[in-house]
């Protein structure tokens, strides 16, 4: 039998998985509210972060918004390139230069715990867009 909790997630991962762009807390809920009436804040707040500590989701720090992952290879952490004209996220995997950042804080004694890289900039499709105006 599925929690309310779980169906939650599930209808949180599909409004997440139509947007293009990375979605707030907030635009989740007034989405949800558009089909399923009164939702409470604070379950949709809370099932994100959860979807993101479970490896479905991306927290997107630097907008503080969520996005489905792009891909299932997620022994490690991902590298988003996020583009300042479309909002659109792509996703990458570079496990060696995570293990090169990790080596070199780690020369003074650090720890890292976890990796949080966030490139912006213009993707591919504005790029062109931009070049032929």
Not at 17 to 35: D, G, I
Request: net charge negative.
């Amino acid at each position: 039998m599925i929690t309310r909790g779980e169906m939650w997630q599930a209808e949180i991962l599909r409004v997440l998985n139509r947007s293009h762009a990375p979605v707030t807390a907030y635009e989740v809920l007034e989405t949800l509210r558009e089909t399923h009436g009164k939702v409470a804040p604070t379950t949709i707040y809370r099932a994100p972060s959860s979807l993101a500590d479970c490896g479905r989701v991306h927290r997107v720090e630097s907008l503080n918004a969520f996005t489905a992952y792009q891909c299932d290879r997620h022994q490690h952490t991902s590298i988003l390139s996020i583009c300042e004209e479309c909002g659109s996220v792509e996703e990458s995997v570079a496990p060696e230069l995570l293990d090169e950042i990790s080596g070199l804080v780690g020369r003074s004694g650090f720890s890292p715990m976890r990796h949080v890289i966030e490139v912006h900039g213009m993707c591919g499709s504005c790029s062109m867009r931009k070049l032929q105006a």
